[in-house]
């Protein structure tokens, strides 16, 4: 590399990590509900039933002096596009919550019930309160979020209008939340302390196969996290619980591009021999990087799809755990590509270094690889096989969708879904009768945590009559109950989620294939993708013999393992495309199993470094968490199998029975001479 192309590189790496640390160091997170506790109220407006009857106005109960403020907020993360946050005054926040509980104590229809905002003596909106509104409790927390589909415009005039006195549009409400602030700080805790168990493990693993390489990495990779969180920060993104698992996960996987460009350096060393290796160790790096750039591109696009497609189409923390994603894969290749080569070039000058080979970890191609290479493994002779296990586990997990079910949470049936912390412990089957007597046999009943001290129950009713009682079923039971998250969602609104939800994972399918049937050929994109499909199948299996319930939590790990899939699978059939180009008359077969032996050490090396983070965020990571990170241990481990087991022989399968049409070779005529080229 010429000394103008370092300084570039060192320039560019100087310039990002110190804005990076200026921001992180000067701009504070803006934390979500789930992490810093609090009550959220979302609103949406509708059209007015009714803008041609009369209503009896009582005395003015609040003025626009009241709102401290309106603002046109673009929600990137919530997915809820442009937005108008209201916070009132102290004397008015009570003054809210008092008029909206009173509204809310009258019967549905009664015209008690509305609260009537009016302009210059005329009535511009009279909206009911609705069912998840507490009778005599009202909206509280002194802030709530109006919603409906506005254009930057519209909610600058409505932030304008409801901040001099006025509403223009009734409200409904499709969403309530409410989180102690103590379970939002102990998911901070318990996200942090599974991040620094979680990657200390991983450095010390880079470190223990890599020596001076794998130190470099777990450099990069510290100051990748700086890098990541900064940009989070820079957006203005909200950090929910979803998102900081994401973003955590990413710190994780971002070891990949890493393991890939030091496997490929371990074979450039091999290949130019130990004492051309030893008078320069840089060129076999070099080399390194410039043939897994193919693969670091290909691996890291797919994933950026699938994030895109999360921020697209998906919405509520699901699109802020997508914005967390892309963030990460750029982060990753800025600090792969860039930071840890500079490092690297600089170590690999030193004498000290270069008097050491052994020391950087390039001058052996480890146990395995060396194993492998002596005796590469003949998987790809038992094609059918590896098919039968396949569709045997697809079978069972089939079944589980369709004898158990696939339980679907709140978010995408609407419903409320409560978690309570009991003065003494219960069992479930106690607390599922105590809720049954109360009147909701249909409800799902959960206990966790200290001896079952944490009852969660997920209902499909909303309203706050059925809550009371709920709340007076569990007193009876476990003794005073102290209620610790209250998700309210309208089933207008889990409908919207769930269509989403359904069209970001059938578009991150489609688009993987159109990207790889592009970069490879029909054949190998058709194996990659049934793999994923297979993967995704499995988990989704998996979680409904368990009884755990799909969440946007599940789905965000869902479409991680969509990622991770495809990116495992296209590292293994980029090095197949690479050997056919160069390996003769060799037999597609033989070739796959040559594929398989040269990358499993990167991809078992890749997989550890993620099962550490997720491990880690399993046990300590809270109820949230766990399935979370259970889904994508899942995830990782069958997306390491699927690539052999399944991409692999598919494509070997589907090559030889249709392959690719070959260039017929140049001819010489008659009236020309010379070397045909």
Request: with cysteine; proline share 4%; aromatic share 6%.
């Amino acid at each position: 590399m010429s000394s103008s192309a370092v300084l570039r590189r060192a320039l560019l790496a100087l310039v990002v990590v110190g804005l990076a640390l200026w921001t992180a160091l000067t701009t504070s997170p803006r934390l979500g509900l789930d992490l810093r506790g609090g009550t959220r109220i979302v609103l949406q407006t509708q059209d007015a039933p009714g803008t041609g009857g009369f209503l009896a106005l009582a005395a003015p109960a609040l003025t626009g002096d009241g709102v401290k403020s309106a603002d046109a907020v673009l929600d990137p993360t919530g997915g809820r596009g442009w937005t108008v946050d209201l916070a009132f005054r102290d004397g008015a926040a009570a003054d809210w919550a008092r008029l909206t509980g009173e509204a809310a104590c009258a019967p549905a229809g009664d015209p008690a019930r509305r609260v009537a905002i009016v302009l210059d003596g005329r009535i511009v909106s009279a909206p009911a309160m609705q069912t998840g509104v507490a009778c005599g409790a009202g909206i509280a927390g002194g802030a709530t979020q109006i919603t409906g589909g506005f254009s930057a415009e519209e909610a600058r005039d409505l932030a304008a209008l409801v901040e001099g006195g006025a509403l223009p549009v009734p409200v409904t409400t499709v969403e309530q939340s409410t989180v102690g602030p103590t379970l939002g700080a102990e998911a901070i805790r318990a996200s942090a302390l599974a991040a620094v168990i979680g990657l200390a493990c991983t450095g010390v693993f880079v470190i223990a196969v890599y020596r001076l390489l794998g130190l470099l990495a777990t450099i990069a990779l510290l100051l990748y996290g700086l890098i990541s969180y900064a940009a989070v920060v820079a957006l203005g993104a909200t950090l929910t619980l979803p998102g900081l698992a994401g973003f955590v996960l990413a710190v994780g996987i971002a070891v990949d591009a890493n393991v890939l460009v030091f496997e490929r350096a371990r074979e450039e060393y091999a290949a130019l021999g130990r004492s051309a290796a030893t008078r320069d160790p840089r060129r076999p790096l070099a080399a390194a990087f410039g043939k897994a750039w193919s693969a670091v591109a290909d691996s890291n696009v797919t994933t950026l799809l699938a994030a895109g497609l999360l921020f697209a189409f998906a919405t509520g923390p699901v699109k802020g755990f997508g914005v967390t994603l892309a963030i990460g894969v750029l982060a990753s290749m800025v600090t792969a590509m860039v930071i840890t080569r500079l490092l690297a070039d600089a170590a690999l000058a030193l004498p000290a270094v270069r008097r050491r080979p052994r020391l950087t970890g390039m001058a052996g191609l480890g146990r395995l690889r060396t194993r492998l290479n002596r005796e590469a493994p003949r998987l790809m002779v038992h094609r059918r096989r590896w098919f039968t296990v396949s569709t045997a586990l697809l079978l069972v997990a089939l079944a589980g969708i369709g004898v158990r079910g696939v339980e679907l949470g709140v978010e995408f049936t609407g419903g409320r879904d409560v978690q309570y912390t009991a003065t003494r412990p219960v069992d479930a089957d106690a607390a599922r009768a105590a809720v049954t007597a109360a009147g909701f046999p249909d409800a799902v009943v959960q206990t966790t945590g200290d001896g079952g001290r944490d009852v969660t129950v997920r209902v499909g009713e909303t309203g706050d009559a059925a809550h009371t009682r709920i709340t007076e079923a569990l007193t009876e039971a476990a003794g005073p109950v102290t209620v610790e998250r209250d998700d309210l969602i309208g089933p207008s609104l889990g409908g919207e989620l769930r269509t989403h939800a359904l069209l970001a994972l059938g578009l991150a399918v489609a688009a993987q294939l159109v990207y790889l049937s592009v970069r490879f050929r029909w054949t190998y994109a058709l194996a990659a993708v049934a793999a994923m499909v297979q993967d995704v199948l499995l988990v989704v299996g998996l979680f409904a013999w368990l009884g755990k319930p799909v969440d946007s939590v599940f789905l965000a790990a869902l479409l991680t393992v969509v990622g991770y899939s495809v990116n495992d699978s296209v590292v293994v059939l980029d090095r197949l495309r690479e050997l056919r180009r160069k390996g003769g008359r060799l037999p597609l077969a033989d070739l796959a199993d040559r594929a398989v032996a040269q990358t499993l050490p990167r991809t078992v090396n890749t997989g550890i470094g993620a099962l550490f983070v997720l491990a880690a965020l399993a046990v300590l990571g809270g109820d949230t968490l766990t399935d979370f990170s259970v889904a994508l241990l899942a995830g990782v481990v069958l997306g390491m199998a699927s690539t052999v087991f399944t991409a692999l022989p598919l494509t070997v399968t589907l090559e030889t029975r249709t392959p690719a049409p070959t260039r017929p070779a140049p001819t010489r005529t008659a009236d020309r001479t010379g070397a045909v080229v």
